[in-house]
C-alpha cells in the first residue's frame, strides 16, 4: 500500500512494453513544425501547422491502439484517451489535428497529438543523480531519478520543465486512465526511468 508522499509523487508516461517496437512511429521533420515547438509545456497556436507522423504498420494494426507512440515523444490519443483527458484534466491539455500515415493510405481523424500546455519543476536534485550534456546544464541521462512529492500540485499532466521527454501524471488522472484500459500507454515511477532499469 501506497503512503500518502508516494501517491502526491508524479508518475511518468511510458511506452508500454508489449508495444511493438515495429509501430513506433516516426515524427516527419520535413513536413512538420518544429518537433520542440510541442514539448515546451505551453499552448501552441493552430497557424503552427500539421505535424506529419509516419507508421510502417497498416490501419487495421494502428486501430488496435488507442495511444500511438512515436519517436518524437508526442503522443498520438484517440478519441476515447482524447475524451477523457479533456474531462479530467481540460485546463492541461490541447489536442491537435495530426496527419497519421500508414501503409496503405493517410489517416486524419482517427488521433489528435496531445500538446501538454504545462511545464513543472519537479526533481528532487537532493535524491537524484544525473549527468548533463557537456558545456550546459541540460539534464542528459538519468542514474537515479526522484520526484518531489506534490510537485505537481492541482495539475493533473504537465512536461518536467527540467527534462522535457518526460510526461509528469497525478495519480488522479493516472487511475482514469488505467480505469479506461487505454492501450498504448504505461504509467512508470521515476525509479523506472533510471539508467538499466
Same mark, same amino acid.
Given at each position: 500500500m501506497q503512503n500518502n508522499s508516494e501517491q502526491d509523487t508524479p508518475l511518468v508516461w511510458t511506452i508500454p512494453e508489449e508495444f511493438p517496437e515495429a509501430l513506433i512511429g516516426n515524427y516527419d521533420r520535413k513536413?512538420?513544425?518544429?518537433?520542440? =515547438?510541442?514539448?515546451?509545456?505551453?499552448? %501552441?497556436? +493552430?497557424?503552427? /501547422?500539421?505535424?506529419?507522423?509516419?507508421?510502417? /504498420?497498416? !490501419? *487495421? $494494426?494502428? !486501430? *488496435?491502439?488507442?495511444?500511438?507512440? #512515436? $519517436?518524437?515523444?508526442?503522443? &498520438? %490519443? #484517440? /478519441?476515447? %484517451?482524447?475524451? &477523457?483527458?479533456?474531462?479530467? +484534466?481540460?485546463? $492541461? @491539455?490541447?489536442?491537435?489535428?495530426?496527419?497519421? =500515415?500508414?501503409?496503405?493510405? +493517410?489517416? #486524419?481523424d482517427h488521433w489528435k497529438l496531445l500538446n501538454i500546455t504545462r511545464a513543472v519543476q519537479a526533481i528532487d536534485h537532493a535524491a537524484s543523480?544525473?549527468?548533463?550534456?557537456d558545456g550546459t546544464r541540460q539534464i542528459l541521462r538519468f542514474d537515479k531519478l526522484r520526484y518531489r512529492s506534490g510537485a505537481l500540485g492541482d @495539475?493533473?499532466?504537465?512536461?518536467?520543465?527540467?527534462?522535457?521527454?518526460?510526461? !509528469? @501524471?497525478?495519480?488522479?488522472?493516472?487511475?482514469a486512465l488505467i480505469a479506461s484500459k487505454a492501450r498504448g500507454l504505461a504509467l512508470s515511477g521515476p525509479e523506472d526511468m533510471e539508467a538499466g532499469a
Open positions: 513536413r512538420s513544425p518544429d518537433r520542440f =515547438e510541442y514539448r515546451k509545456g505551453q499552448p %501552441v497556436e +493552430a497557424s503552427l /501547422g500539421t505535424p506529419v507522423f509516419v507508421f510502417s /504498420g497498416c !490501419l *487495421e $494494426d494502428l !486501430l *488496435e491502439w488507442d495511444v500511438l507512440p #512515436n $519517436d518524437a515523444q508526442l503522443p &498520438l %490519443v #484517440n /478519441g476515447k %484517451v482524447a475524451e &477523457l483527458l479533456t474531462r479530467e +484534466a481540460g485546463a $492541461d @491539455v490541447q489536442l491537435l489535428a495530426a496527419i497519421v =500515415e500508414h501503409q496503405g493510405g +493517410a489517416a #486524419n543523480k544525473y549527468s548533463l550534456i @495539475v493533473k499532466i504537465a512536461r518536467d520543465a527540467e527534462y522535457k521527454s518526460h510526461i !509528469l @501524471v497525478s495519480h488522479s488522472l493516472a487511475d
